[in-house]
């Protein structure tokens, strides 16, 4: 998901924004714009009307082309020329919208806000904000915001904010938001919140939270939270919770929570906990907890528990099948295939190894002389 989304909204912002508030005509000659300009300065300030390159004051032009650097009030009532450059600071004012190498300011386009280098400040478009470089303050937008760079600060759309570098402060879209950086602050989408880098934060998505790093803070999804490094915090979703470091904090999935290290605190899951490198906690399942190693806690399924090792309380309606137990096991089928140390307590318990007490209609212990290897209600064993 997170491979598919981000591209698809980089690009369709990148191709489609852009073009709506300049012109690209590449099969004619490039002409030097022109300067023409009527100026009314007063010590240095003033009112111009034209496309002056260089002014402070009010500026009105039809049509931004080859600028140099505007301070004050800048109205522009056409899209922008060919020549995109520049400075503009203070107030920018566009129909199809102001468009510069840098903007500084207070910047708002009918069409949308555009910069070659970085837009600074505030900037409202009725389309989209795009920066080729960076954009730092707050983006409101109603279709994008796209940068190129690092997008920092609050950023608003009705589709989909992008950033090609890190993502930073404040986000919320109806489709995505995307960094193919790192990601950090809080960030609210309809369908996705996606990072490419590390992830930490507050993230609530209709459809997935992925990062491709780790994922520090707080998600909510609809469907899956999931991360390619470590996660740290809680994290809930419809379906899953999945970690390809470790786990640590509050897990919950509406299936399944999965992790391919090591799981720690409390992890639920409504079908299924998987814990590669086992878990040390409150660990819950409707069905099945399984773990590559230790299960340590209270770990509870309303099926099974399969573990190398458990330790602490474990209750499995079923079947509690491990290599060696210590503490308190409770299940229809304690089969402990090794060393029990405590007390196990179901319909048959089996022990290879017995240091502890056996509770149920039907006790195995191996390691005690017969006839006391197979007793009914309770079987004993203390070296």
């Known amino acids: 998901m997170g491979r598919a989304l981000g591209p698809l909204l980089a690009a369709a912002a990148l191709a489609v924004l852009p073009g709506v508030l300049r012109a690209q005509d590449t099969t004619e000659a490039e002409e030097p714009p022109s300067h023409w300009s009527l100026d009314l300065p007063v010590r240095g300030y003033g009112i111009s009307v034209g496309n002056s390159a260089r002014f402070a004051g009010l500026r009105i032009n039809w049509e931004d082309d080859g600028l140099d650097r505007i301070s004050g009030i800048n109205i522009t009532l056409w899209r922008p020329g060919k020549v995109i450059t520049g400075t503009v600071t203070g107030l ?224 499995a309606g079923i079947n509690l099948k491990t290599e060696g137990m210590s503490g308190l096991s409770v299940s229809a089928f304690n089969q402990i295939r090794g060393l029990q140390a405590g007390i196990s307590i179901g319909l048959l318990n089996f022990a290879r190894r017995l240091q502890g007490i056996q509770i149920g209609l039907l006790n195995i212990a191996r390691n005690n002389p017969p006839p006391f290897q197979v007793l009914p209600i309770l079987n004993a064993h203390f070296d």
Request: a positive charge; hydrophobic letters at 50%; glycine letters at 24%.
């Open 92 to 315: 920018g004012v566009g129909v199809a919208g102001p468009a510069a190498s840098d903007l500084h300011g207070l910047m708002i386009g009918l069409g949308g806000v555009l910069a070659e280098h970085a837009v600074r400040g505030v900037a409202v478009g009725g389309l989209g904000i795009v920066s080729q470089g960076r954009i730092d303050g707050i983006s409101v937008a109603g279709l994008g915001v796209v940068a190129q760079g690092a997008l920092r600060g609050i950023s608003l759309s009705g589709l989909g904010v992008v950033s090609q570098g890190g993502l930073t402060g404040v986000s919320a879209s109806g489709l995505g938001v995307v960094s193919q950086g790192p990601m950090a602050g809080i960030s609210l989408a309809g369908l996705g919140v996606v990072s490419q880098g590390s992830m930490a934060g507050l993230a609530v998505s209709g459809l997935g939270t992925v990062s491709q790093g780790g994922l520090k803070g707080v998600s909510v999804s609809g469907l899956a939270s999931v991360a390619q490094g470590d996660m740290w915090g809680a994290h809930v979703a419809g379906i899953a919770v999945v970690a390809q470091g470790d786990l640590r904090g509050l897990a919950a999935g509406g299936i399944a929570t999965v992790t391919q290290g090591a799981l720690s605190g409390i992890a639920v899951g409504g079908v299924a906990v998987v814990a590669q490198g086992g878990t040390r906690g409150f660990t819950v399942a409707g069905l099945a907890v399984v773990t590559g190693a230790l299960a340590k806690g209270l770990t509870v399924a309303g099926y099974r528990v399969r573990s190398p090792r458990v330790s602490g309380i474990t209750i």
